[in-house]
Each structure stands twice: as structure tokens, then as C-alpha cells.
């Protein structure tokens, strides 16, 4: 079992920087892949980047290709969001969560963490 934690959220302007963490509680972090999504109040839950059990394979969704960077580190059982250029339309709850393999649905993620608020001002 997994227990996550995300922080780093907050407010920032459009075009600012933020670094979301997360931090992983358990014997197993680096047997699996790595999920951040985001949601906005009445809409799904939205796949923005995974990275696999190694941190070899990363997949990212379309709209933040060249803005977001997945990673993690084993040793330190964290993964990272690095989130640059941010706009308005990024504004979200994110959360990490972890899957036995690396998947853009969310329905494949067995844990999840109770997210972090990033909100991005015009």
C-alpha cells in the first residue's frame, strides 16, 4: 500500500513557475508508475504526464508538452511535477496517484493522494 502527499501548489501568475511534489509513504513506491492529474469543480478528472516505475518513459497530455516535466527519485520516494510558461486554463486541483502500469485513465490508478490546489491569475 501507498500513501501520497502533494504540496507545492498556490497562486501564480500567467506565465510564472511552480513545482508540485509528491511524496510517497510505503514499502513499494518504486514498483509503480506515476500519475499527475487535474480537476476543475464540474469536470472529470483530467491525465496531464506519468512516468514509469523507473522514470525511463514519460507521457505527457498535449496541452502541456513543453510546459510540464514528470520525474521522480526512488531513493527519496518523491515524484515532482515542474510546471513553467503557466496559464489561466491550468488552474486545477492536481493530484498524484499511482498505477501498476503507467495509463492515461485514471480509472488505473489504485492510490491517490487528496491533492493541491494550483490556481494561475491573468
Known amino acids: 500500500q501507498v500513501q501520497l502527499v502533494e504540496s507545492g501548489g498556490g497562486l501564480v501568475q500567467a506565465g510564472g513557475s511552480l513545482t508540485l511534489s509528491c511524496a510517497a509513504f510505503?514499502?513499494?513506491?518504486?514498483?509503480?508508475?506515476m500519475g499527475w492529474f487535474r480537476q476543475v469543480p464540474g469536470v472529470e478528472r483530467e491525465f496531464v504526464a506519468a512516468?514509469?516505475?523507473?522514470?525511463?518513459?514519460?507521457v505527457y497530455t498535449d496541452s502541456v508538452k513543453g510546459r510540464f516535466t514528470i520525474s521522480r527519485d526512488n531513493r527519496k520516494d518523491t515524484v515532482w511535477l515542474q510546471m513553467n510558461t503557466l496559464k489561466p486554463e491550468d488552474t486545477a486541483v492536481y493530484y498524484c496517484?499511482?498505477?501498476?502500469?503507467?495509463?492515461?485513465?485514471?480509472?488505473?490508478?489504485?492510490?491517490w493522494g487528496r491533492g493541491t490546489q494550483v490556481t494561475v491569475s491573468s
Open positions: 496517484a499511482a498505477a501498476e502500469y503507467e495509463s492515461r485513465d485514471p480509472r488505473d490508478y489504485e492510490y
Open positions: 510505503g514499502p513499494t513506491f518504486s514498483s509503480y508508475d
Open positions: 512516468i514509469n516505475w523507473s522514470g525511463g518513459s514519460t
